[in-house]
């Protein structure tokens, strides 16, 4: 258990659907990050949220769109997906300084 | 942002100290040293930070010489379940924002 929960943990979707990816920090952390991980390739960073503003997007397809309503929560919706998208998108927090993450368990996602 | 060269692989066997090394010849004066751990269709964890010279909890030890170039994580009699990725990663410790992940070292433990 690490603080960190997402939801679903795993998803099936079509390349029309629309869905959300949900995560929750328990830990009292000022800072939210997605991350994608596909099949044999390195954690990639795709948003930071910093008490709740947005202060990194490494040139993300607008098909992904991420919103922070508060600190404690971290949403990234879906839409029109391809299925070069499918991977594991993990979440992390963490307290601003510290520079230690913690991830939560990840939700494996599949676009058919 | 410092770029850190890993070994892709290494294999070890039940009960051997595993040393893991990094480089990183651009690491700036602000930079600390942080390693994870990350199982499969799993998120990675922290294992140790380490800033010079050498840093031990009850996971690891982290070796840093004085020219921080390079760094090496020591893992003390592994087990199987120690079978995973271990990413290396060099950045300022407020730069948490700025966390970018290398391709890692996978290690294989035998039995």
């Known amino acids: 258990e690490t603080g960190v929960t997402q939801t679903p943990r795993h998803l099936v979707m079509g390349m029309t659907n629309k869905k959300s990816l949900k995560c929750e920090q328990h830990?009292?952390?000022?800072?939210m990050y997605w991350y994608k991980q596909s099949a044999k390739k390195p954690l990639e960073l795709m948003f930071v949220?910093?008490?709740?503003?947005?202060?990194e997007n490494n040139s993300v397809p607008s098909r992904f769109s991420p919103e922070c309503p508060n600190s404690s929560h971290l949403f990234l919706h879906l839409h029109t997906l391809q299925p070069e998208d499918s991977a594991l998108y993990l979440c992390?927090?963490?307290?601003?300084?510290?520079?230690?993450?913690?991830f939560g368990e990840g939700s494996r996602l599949t676009v058919l | 942002l410092a770029k850190t060269t890993q070994p892709i692989s290494m294999d070890s066997y039940e009960g051997q100290e595993v040393n893991i090394t990094c480089s990183h010849n651009?690491?700036?004066?602000?930079?600390?040293i942080t390693w994870y751990q990350q199982f499969p269709s799993q998120g990675p964890r922290f294992i140790i930070q380490?800033?010079?010279t050498k840093v031990t909890n009850e996971v690891a030890s982290l070796f840093i010489p004085a020219d921080r170039k390079s760094s090496t994580l020591s893992l003390p009699r592994v087990s199987l379940s120690d079978t995973a990725v271990y990413y290396c990663?060099?950045?300022?410790?407020?730069?948490?924002?700025?966390?970018?992940f290398g391709a890692g070292t996978r290690l294989f433990v035998k039995a």
């Open positions: 992390a927090s963490s307290q601003a300084g510290t520079g230690e993450l913690f």
């Open positions: 830990l009292g952390h000022n800072a």
């Open positions: 949220y910093s008490l709740e503003e947005r202060v």
């Open positions: 651009n690491i700036a004066t602000n930079d600390y």
């Open positions: 380490g800033y010079k």
């Open positions: 990663l060099v950045g300022d410790a407020t730069g948490g924002f700025k966390t970018i």
